[in-house]
């Protein structure tokens, strides 16, 4: 990183790498996924939660990015035009996989000629009940629809700020926080079980 990168702050750093990537410049794009590549793939991965499908989506998120360069405002946050990106594109995969039929664990085999096998691997139970736990909340968070499930994402893995949650979808604070709210309610009602509710 150079001397006028490290002077620069995290989101200056973002608008700074934009405007040379405007310019053609693939390093400052590879520096760009760098900085961001785990947080979109952990995003996409949550919504989604198909191994193939969190790969591609990522990528294309990259080559959206690359290729809207020139459409990008330094005045605008970068994280929450790339957000923008991600829940587009998560959106259209997952209105894709509502039209695509399920294939059983048996059909997979059968058309692909592969056994798919369960880990039966004994575990400790603290690990089992914090896999368990943790796998419920996954499941909660991606039950709920496509908006709720991408806020719930955007405020608690990502950190992101209601203003920004509320720019990256499309509506007002005042109805993210309700969406939000909403959101936090439905998941307590899922996981009474585990929370001892």
Known sequence: MSDEQESLTEDNLDAHLMLRIRGGDSQAMEELI?????????????????????????????????????????????????????????????????????????????????????DTAPSPDSSLEHKELTQAVEDAIASLPEQASLAIQLRRYENLSYEEISQVLGISVSATKSLLFRARNTLKEQLSGFLGQ
Do not use: C
Request: proline share 2%.
């Open 34 to 118: 760098r900085r961001h590549q785990n947080s979109v793939y952990a995003t996409v991965a949550s919504m989604l939660r198909h191994g193939g499908d969190v790969e591609d989506i990522a990528q294309q998120v990259f080559i959206r990015i690359w290729k809207g360069a020139a459409t990008y405002e330094p005045s605008s946050k970068f994280t929450t035009w790339m957000y923008t990106i991600v829940r587009n594109l998560v959106f259209n995969e997952l209105r894709r996989q509502k039209r695509k039929p399920v294939l059983s664990a048996d059909a997979i085999e059968e058309e692909h000629g592969q056994i798919l096998s369960i």
